[in-house]
C-alpha cells in the first residue's frame, strides 16, 4: 500500500520553477512534519525543506534552498507541495517526500540547458 506519492518532477532550464506534490495516505493523521529530502547521482541523501509540527510555527529550510523553495500544505487535501524557483543545475537530484518514517517513491527533477 503506497503511503506516499509524489509527482511534479521534471527538465527545467536554469532559472526556471518547478512544483513538486506529495499526496499523503489517508491513514495519516495530517500533513504537518512531512518533509523533503533530495539526492544527487553519487551523493548521500540530503535534507531540503519540512513543514512544522503545528500551523503558529515556520517551515525549515536548508541554507541551500532558501529564499528559492517553499514548503506549504493542504490538510483538507492532504497534499504537501514544494515550490521550486529560480532552480540550479545543483539542484538536479530525486526528491523524496517523508513523514514519520516513511518514504514515497520519489520524482525525478533535471535543471539543465
Known amino acids: 500500500q503506497v503511503q506516499l506519492v509524489e509527482s511534479g518532477g521534471g527538465l527545467v532550464q536554469p532559472g526556471g520553477s518547478l512544483r513538486l506534490s506529495c499526496v499523503v495516505h489517508r491513514s495519516f493523521s495530517g500533513v504537518y512534519e512531512t518533509g523533503w529530502h533530495r539526492q544527487a547521482p553519487g551523493k548521500q541523501r540530503e535534507f531540503v525543506a519540512a513543514l512544522p509540527t503545528s500551523a503558529d510555527r515556520s517551515p525549515i529550510y536548508a541554507d541551500s534552498v532558501k529564499g528559492r523553495f517553499t514548503i506549504t500544505g493542504d490538510n483538507a487535501k492532504k497534499t504537501v507541495y514544494l515550490q521550486m524557483n529560480s532552480l540550479k543545475p545543483e539542484d538536479t537530484a530525486v526528491y523524496y517526500c517523508?513523514?514519520?518514517?516513511?518514504w514515497g517513491q520519489g520524482t525525478q527533477v533535471t535543471v539543465s540547458s
Open positions: 517523508h513523514l514519520a518514517g516513511t
